[in-house]
């Protein structure tokens, strides 16, 4: 039983990591309605980033350092993306969408593989965040609780922005009635790149705290677009709280599975996605649609 806590605990924290990039993944689609399959990209590019800001700045700062800067870069791509790519798409099927963000997915897969090779990367852990912490069952690192306490805050901050502010209620507008919206004089454009900005930074820092605690390496953004598949239909596609609770099912459930069956850990979600499908396909948090 000590055992499972410990993992249950781990189960949360990787769950609160990829609620940073599930929730970016969810809010566009909320807002946009566009289903950005590259948006897993700009998490391990941030950790790309992440690498070679600390390799520049040293082990001392060079983290840190990275947890302001790459999130920032992966924030601009992300705009790049939506002006370059997706404002041709707004109006069009979410099959032309789910196409061009595979395409982009590659294309910047391709990037990655040209600027930083093939090997995994990884990153040296901050002196003040090496260590662990005696829990029951075992140690809990001190990076695992790091994951927690940023990805808590940054969801603080999420739901400020969202329900607490002028802009957050410019953005819900906008995922109501973009005509309405418009007709009000806000600039409906610079809230569409916003909104791509903002979701790409937030995947950003989810790909720069995972790099503490996973190596970086070409191709766990394919593996991340079925987690987010699978987070979205969990907790409901367009819903942030959703997000989080999908997210955080995914983590604790994935955790068990490995002290279970470790082989098969990802099967156990899976069959609570079709569980889900079968008798909630809008998911927990989701409105249903007709």
């Given at each position: 039983m000590d055992y499972?806590?410990?993992q249950?605990?781990?189960?949360?924290?990787?769950?609160?990591?990829?609620?940073?990039?599930?929730?970016g993944?969810?809010?566009?689609?909320?807002?946009?309605r566009?289903?950005?399959?590259?948006?897993?990209?700009?998490?391990?590019?941030?950790?790309y980033?992440a690498?070679?800001?600390?390799?520049?700045?040293?082990?001392k700062?060079?983290?840190?350092?990275?947890l302001v800067?790459?999130?920032?870069?992966?924030?601009i791509?992300g705009?790049?993306?939506?002006r370059?790519?997706?404002?041709?798409v707004?109006?069009?099927?979410h099959?032309?969408?789910?196409?061009l963000?595979?395409?982009v997915?590659?294309?910047l897969?391709?990037?990655?593989k040209?600027?930083?090779?093939?090997?995994?990367?990884?990153i040296?852990?901050?002196?003040?965040?090496?260590?662990?912490i005696e829990?029951?069952?075992?140690?809990f690192?001190y990076?695992?609780?790091f994951?927690?306490?940023?990805?808590?805050?940054?969801g603080?901050?999420?739901y400020?922005?969202?329900?607490?502010?002028r802009?957050?209620?410019?953005?819900?507008?906008?995922?109501?009635?973009?005509e309405?919206?418009?007709?009000l004089?806000v600039?409906?454009?610079?809230l569409?790149?916003?909104?791509f900005?903002f979701?790409?930074w937030?995947?950003?820092v989810g790909?720069t705290v995972a790099?503490?605690?996973t190596?970086?390496?070409?191709g766990?953004?394919?593996?991340?677009?079925?987690?987010?598949?699978?987070?979205?239909?969990v907790?409901?596609?367009?819903?942030?709280i959703?997000a989080l609770v999908?997210?955080l099912?995914?983590?604790v459930v994935f955790?068990i599975?490995?002290?279970?069956?470790p082989?098969?850990?990802?099967?156990?979600m899976?069959?609570?996605?079709?569980?889900?499908?079968i008798?909630?396909?809008y998911?927990l948090?989701?409105?249903?649609?007709?």
């Amino acid at each position: 039983m000590d055992y499972l806590l410990l993992q249950i605990m781990a189960g949360i924290a990787k769950g609160m990591n990829i609620f940073l990039l599930s929730a970016g993944f969810t809010i566009i689609y909320g807002v946009l309605r566009v289903v950005n399959l590259a948006h897993p990209s700009l998490y391990l590019m941030s950790g790309y980033f992440a690498f070679s800001i600390t390799q520049v700045l040293g082990s001392k700062i060079g983290y840190w350092g990275a947890l302001v800067l790459a999130p920032i870069f992966s924030a601009i791509i992300g705009m790049i993306v939506e002006r370059v790519v997706f404002r041709t798409v707004y109006d069009k099927h979410h099959y032309m969408q789910l196409i061009l963000g595979w395409g982009v997915m590659l294309i910047l897969g391709d990037i990655m593989k040209l600027t930083w090779g093939v090997s995994p990367k990884s990153i040296p852990v901050p002196a003040i965040l090496t260590g662990t912490i005696e829990v029951p069952g075992g140690s809990f690192p001190y990076t695992l609780i790091f994951a927690v306490m940023i990805s808590a805050l940054v969801g603080l901050g999420v739901y400020l922005l969202m329900y607490r502010s002028r802009l957050g209620t410019l953005i819900r507008a906008l995922s109501y009635d973009e005509e309405a919206t418009q007709a009000l004089g806000v600039r409906v454009n610079l809230l569409w790149i916003f909104v791509f900005g903002f979701c790409s930074w937030l995947a950003g820092v989810g790909g720069t705290v995972a790099s503490l605690f996973t190596s970086i390496r070409l191709g766990a953004d394919q593996e991340l677009v079925l987690i987010c598949f699978i987070v979205v239909i969990v907790g409901g596609l367009g819903s942030t709280i959703g997000a989080l609770v999908g997210s955080l099912i995914f983590g604790v459930v994935f955790s068990i599975g490995i002290l279970v069956l470790p082989r098969y850990a990802l099967v156990f979600m899976y069959v609570i996605m079709v569980i889900m499908l079968i008798i909630r396909p809008y998911g927990l948090f989701g409105k249903k649609i007709g």
